[in-house]
């Protein structure tokens, strides 16, 4: 209040008081008001100031009140107009009358400083009132022995051992309580005497009590007036709870809570006492180690769904998508509460949050991030509070609400918090180190120690009388100030690590009273209050959208806060092109010549090309869907409160990270081609490498599931992308690897699991069986080169063999000679197999028993034969392509488009590496079998048994269940089969259970 306003109010007061003689009692009111609220020497200059104007001759008083309430208008708020009323109405009725000069002076007053003319009624009634059957009205509530009689009206609250009765008045308005002692006892508002028969305010979380009358507390006074009484009463009980941490540790000892509706609780401790322990237990995150939790006599653990809209939840950190708007953030909030409501509703009750919030006028703004403030901390906080508002959860746990903002906006937010409490809500606090008006808001409090233990459970000021009186300090009778009425809660924990001091006089490390010692000490006084029978838990008004619904709403909410990001956006959006445009330029390679002319068939780097675009795409996968659930993960953690789909965020989230792989791989194929005139594959690299993506996006979905750090993701993403290198094939030949982990017959087991194994060897047979130029000839190559190998390097191979057992005849009992008669029996059976059983009558000798020369010789004839017609089956192809050569060269024009497909669809490199011929090994001998290493790309599938579909790398077909499949498409499917198992892991949290932590979904899977 400045100076001259406050000059101005006395002014006023000396008008009111010249309307009569001043008397000393009129005196005294001004005194007293001036004391209330001045320092002792300032109130005593002031109070001669009034007494100066009440000896001077005042004229045009009018004009003089009009000019004083216009000053008041500009600086009074709402709350302090109403203590002015009552100031002039106490010193009007400071001579027991009112004249009628006073009233036409207090009707101007209220008037110009917009106060309706009920107020001023009620104060007046009020001020008046001597007898307790003066007190007719709701707004009215009367403390008094049960004998008194009390108009129905009234509200009551019996006091048997109270002398005389207190009267309290409501204005509701401003939420303001008045209280009017009359009565001989002498009565202490937190511990400073109450005057009688005046009027004093009544602030939040104050007590009354005298030394024979029971305490009257604030919230006491407040739930009788509570308005709605359509809201039903809510019981929350906590029973004995204890909880102890997987490692042992127990966080929680025997904790005890019991309430009933329309009550603020504040949990207080210092740090590593188990508040939000508490608080995750009492909500339902966690599972109490013993003891239950119970609302309406439900057990919210053991029956999650009977409570299912009850609970709401809201966490010390921001809970806000920060890239939407505050609109947006409580839009599709509501959005995924009622889905009974229309979009006219929707809106309706967002912008009903928003001007109950104070949000309206930053509704259209970003949201931002803490670093990067759009909206101020308190604004946030709000928001947070916001979002759970808008389903009006019966019981609301708020953590650490204050933290970080300034006082201001501290108190604003417990202000939101105590309405919702008169409203009928129950809300548990954890709070640290409030200010002395938040402290008095809280009807009860539980303080906790270090360990869990719980050593104090009651009324917030009756808290600090509590533990003076424990330690027997000199002013164990005053809970507050007496000089400014504050309370300190700070010297309640002062007292409870007071430490013992050793023989200098230095505080040890030691303290006085232990927590288990505190513990004991308010157990043998623990008195849980009852609460009372409640109502049946009412059904929840939360219509939770459907599955698709779901999916559509997760879908748009998290695709509107990525086009929003417009960093995030340019980065996945320009990443896939740059990246193809530097490597596609970088490797365009061709010979240097007099020509200098790029043609495809001769880059040698096309199959490096391939193979690094498979690692940007698991690349590109990865970074994209890495921090996707882990950003998620405290908002999943409210809206589990919803028990919304799991399967439906997955979905939506997967639907957006394939979406933006979709695009990445697009954009990354088509300037990727073009630099490198790649023709006629651009749709079959995108599906390879789109298929990769989504690989990657799976894999990156799992691990952000799993770890709750984004740098261990990060960390993580090189450690996964390099096995996808080293066991791709290409690196390293697979026939290189350690011998302990593969085989060469088929692509080694650990390799099956990488996708970049399956994508570059699908890009890479592809490339080469399904060009323009060489799809045509593909079949006949095949017999060709199958012939081939039969001739010059398998049958040979065969001959040798039987060379050594013709000269080995007398050593057949050696393991030599049985394997070499084994291998021989099993070739040839294999052809037979194709050629007919009846061209070999000697077979049935093949054995290391019967063998003999007659054997071998028919044995060499057969495989003679068998070499003519592999020479037969080589011409006949041979001659069939050469023709359809011809015919596609038999002209100029024919023959230059013939080289123009040769010379841009086919690739020299890439048909080198699919067909092997660069390795000296074109056939081996493993595990008594021959095995084929040229011509892979060429190769029929040998499956061993029905579901057999491991080949060697880059065969052209696939076998699986008695099907042969083209690589290409078998390839993408397991890649795909991949990504499916992965999503199966990510829905069931298999990594995250190996890893060992909790899953923010644990309240419903669906």
């Known amino acids: 209040m400045s100076e001259n306003l406050l000059k101005a109010l006395?002014?006023?007061?000396?008008?009111?008081?010249?309307?009569?003689?001043?008397?000393?009692?009129?005196?005294n009111n001004v005194k007293n008001f001036l004391s209330e609220n001045l320092s002792e020497e300032s109130a005593e200059r002031h109070l001669k100031m009034f007494d100066e104007f009440t000896d001077q001759e005042i004229e045009n008083s009018d004009k003089n009140i009009d000019a004083i309430c216009k000053k008041i208008n500009n600086e009074f708020t709402y709350p302090q107009k109403i203590i002015l009323a009552l100031q002039l109405i106490e010193l009007i009725l400071a001579d027991g009358d009112i004249a009628e000069e006073e009233t036409e002076i207090l009707d101007r007053v209220s008037d110009n400083i917009k106060l309706p003319s009920e107020i001023i009624a009620y104060i007046q009634t009020f001020a008046l009132a001597k007898n307790i059957e003066d007190f007719e009205s709701d707004k009215f509530l009367i403390v008094a022995k049960n004998n008194d009689k009390v108009a129905d009206a009234t509200h009551f609250i019996p006091q048997d051992n109270l002398d005389g009765f207190l009267a309290i008045l409501k204005l509701s308005g401003a939420e303001m309580y008045f209280v009017k002692y009359l009565g001989t006892a002498q009565l202490n508002m937190n511990g400073i005497a109450l005057r009688k028969n005046t009027i004093t305010l009544f602030p939040s979380g104050s007590t009354i009590k005298g030394d024979k009358s029971q305490t009257?507390?604030?919230?006491?006074?407040?739930?009788?007036?509570?308005?709605?009484?359509?809201?039903?009463?809510?019981?929350?009980?906590?029973?004995n709870i204890s909880f102890t941490f997987p490692n042992g540790h127990k966080g929680l000892h025997n904790v005890n809570i019991a309430e009933d509706t329309g009550r603020l609780v504040g949990l207080m401790g210092a740090s590593g006492s188990g508040k939000s322990t508490l608080l995750n237990v009492l909500n339902g995150n966690e599972k109490p180690t013993e003891g239950k939790v119970e609302i309406n006599g439900i057990d919210i653990h053991n029956e999650p769904e009977k409570i299912k809209g009850t609970i709401g939840y809201v966490p010390q950190d921001d809970l806000l998508i920060e890239e939407l708007t505050v609109y947006e953030n409580l839009y599709y909030a509501a959005k995924l509460c009622f889905d009974d409501k229309s979009q006219f509703e929707i809106e309706e009750m967002v912008y009903k949050t928003l001007a109950s919030l104070g949000l309206s006028e930053t509704k259209d703004l970003k949201v931002g991030s803490p670093l990067e403030k759009t909206i101020s901390g308190g604004q946030r906080k709000r928001l947070n509070i916001g979002l759970e508002l808008l389903r009006e959860p019966s019981v609301l746990f708020v953590d650490e609400p204050t933290s970080g903002l300034s006082s201001r906006d501290s108190e604003n937010i417990m202000d939101l918090l105590k309405e919702l409490s008169l409203k009928g809500k129950m809300v548990f606090v954890v709070i640290h180190q409030p200010s002395s008006d938040i402290f008095r808001m809280f009807d009860k409090l539980v303080i906790l120690d270090v360990g869990g233990y719980q050593i104090y459970y009651g009324n917030p000021v009756e808290a600090v009388l509590y533990f003076k009186n424990q330690i027997n300090t000199i002013d164990k009778d005053q809970a507050a100030c007496i000089e400014c009425g504050n309370v300190n809660p700070e010297q309640i924990f002062n007292i409870i690590e007071t430490k013992v001091v050793n023989e200098y006089g230095k505080a040890t490390d030691e303290r006085k009273i232990s927590p288990k010692k505190w513990y004991s000490?308010?157990?043998?006084?623990l008195n849980i209050p009852k609460v009372e029978n409640p109502d049946p838990l009412p059904e929840p008004e939360l219509q939770i959208p459907n599955w698709t619904k779901q999916i559509s709403l997760f879908f748009k909410r998290d695709f509107m806060s990525k086009l929003a990001n417009r960093q995030y956006l340019l980065i996945n959006l320009l990443e896939a092109p740059i990246l193809a445009l530097l490597l596609a330029y970088i490797i365009r390679y061709y010979p240097e010549n007099e020509q200098s002319e790029y043609l495809f068939i001769d880059n040698s780097n096309i199959p490096a090309f391939f193979f690094m675009s498979i690692i940007v795409a698991l690349f590109m996968g990865l970074t994209v869907s890495a921090e996707e659930i882990i950003k998620d993960r405290k908002i999943l953690k409210r809206e589990s409160f919803l028990h919304l789909s799991r399967s439906s965020y997955l979905f939506s989230k997967i639907g957006i990270l394939f979406l933006f792989s979709a695009v990445q791989t697009f954009t990354y194929v088509i300037i990727g081609d073009l630099i490198l005139e790649i023709d006629g594959m651009s749709f079959t690299y995108w599906a390879i490498l789109f298929s990769t993506a989504c690989f990657a996006n799976m894999l990156g979905l799992n691990i952000s599931s799993a770890f709750n750090s984004a740098i261990t993701i990060y960390i993580l993403i090189p450690i996964l992308l390099i096995p996808q290198l080293i066991l791709s094939g290409v690196v390293v030949k697979f026939d290189n690897l350690n011998p302990q982990i593969t085989t060469p017959d088929q692509v080694p087991l650990v390799g099956e699991f990488m996708a970049s194994r399956w994508a570059f060897e699908a890009s890479m047979v592809a490339q080469f069986k399904s060009n323009e130029f060489a799809a045509p000839f593909y079949e006949l190559d095949r017999k060709m080169a199958q012939s081939e190998y039969k001739t010059v390097y398998y049958i040979p191979r065969l001959k040798s063999t039987l060379e050594y057992l013709n000269r080995n005849l007398e050593n057949k009992n050696t393991q030599e000679f049985k394997d070499a008669v084994n291998l021989l029996k099993r070739e040839?059976?294999?052809?037979?197999?194709?050629?007919?059983?009846?061209?070999?009558?000697?077979?049935?000798?093949?054995?290391?028993?019967?063998?003999?020369?007659?054997?071998?010789?028919?044995?060499?004839?057969?495989?003679?034969?068998?070499?003519?017609?592999?020479?037969?089956?080589?011409n006949e192809a041979n001659t069939k392509k050469e023709r359809a050569i011809f015919t596609l060269t038999s002209t100029p024009e024919k023959k230059e488009g013939f080289e123009y497909l040769r010379d841009n669809y086919f690739n020299t490199t890439v048909a080198t590496l699919v067909k092997n011929t660069n390795d000296a090994n074109r056939i081996i001998e493993y595990d008594n079998k021959l095995i084929q290493k040229i011509y892979p790309v060429y190769m029929e599938p040998q499956p061993e048994h029905l579901l057999d579909f491991r080949t060697q790398f880059y065969a052209g077909e696939k076998h699986f269940a008695g099907y042969i499949f083209n690589t290409l498409q078998f390839n993408i499917a397991i890649i795909w089969l991949m990504s499916i198992l992965l999503y199966v892991m990510l829905y069931y949290d298999v990594l995250r259970k190996i890893v060992g932590m909790k899953n923010p979904f644990s309240k419903k899977k669906g």
């Open 521 to 525: 000490l308010f157990d043998k006084q």
């Open 828 to 874: 040839i059976g294999i052809e037979l197999e194709k050629v007919g059983e009846d061209k070999f009558n000697a077979f049935h000798k093949l054995t290391p028993e019967k063998f003999d020369r007659w054997t071998a010789d028919k044995t060499l004839v057969f495989l003679n034969t068998l070499s003519r017609y592999y020479n037969n089956f080589f």
């Open 216 to 239: 009257v507390f604030y919230s006491d006074v407040a739930s009788h007036y509570k308005t709605d009484d359509s809201t039903p009463n809510i019981s929350f009980v906590a029973d």
């Open 10 to 27: 006395l002014e006023l007061f000396a008008i009111v008081a010249k309307k009569g003689t001043v008397t000393e009692d009129e005196r």
